[in-house]
């Protein structure tokens, strides 16, 4: 079981950064793929961007196309810690980020949201025009 608690969350302008971390518990931390979606107010739960489990060979990363270019996820294991680097943010970016994971799951596989099995509580990225 893993328990995920995100932060980094906040009140931006457009074009500002902001770099969010979800620090995990448990001591497979490794083996778990890790992504993190959002949520905006009225609206589905949608993918933002994954990393493979460390052991996967192929493709480490994968985004959605509204944050590919812009955001970047990265992981360190040593630290039990997945990170999101937003950049270049935009209004349509504003959302409650949610941490995520899946065991052994690949970067890809990760955007199929029934296929997650932990969830953080969530932070708040808001940006303003």
């Known amino acids: ?10 009140l931006v302008q457009a074009g500002d950064s902001l770099r969010l971390s979800c620090a ?12 993190w979606f959002r949520q905006a107010p009225g609206k589905e739960r ?3 961007a ?16 509204s944050v590919k ?3 970047t996820i990265s992981r360190d294991n040593a630290k039990n810690t997945v990170y ?3 950049n270049s943010l935009k209004p349509e970016d504003t959302a409650v980020y949610y941490c995520a994971a ?16 932990y969830w953080g509580q969530g932070t708040q990225v808001t940006v303003s025009s």
Do not use: P
Not at 51 to 65: A, E, L, P, Q
């Open 102 to 117: 899946a065991a052994f799951g690949t970067a890809r596989t990760m955007a199929n949201i029934r296929g997650i099995n």
């Open 46 to 48: 949608e993918f933002v």
């Open 24 to 35: 995990a518990s448990g001591r497979t931390f490794s083996s778990y793929a890790m992504g």
């Open 50 to 65: 994954a990393i493979s489990w460390s052991g996967w060979s192929g493709d480490s990363t994968y985004y959605s196309d």
């Open 84 to 86: 999101l680097q937003m």
């Open 1 to 10: 079981q893993v328990h995920l608690v995100e932060s980094g969350g906040g």
């Open 69 to 71: 270019g812009r955001f």
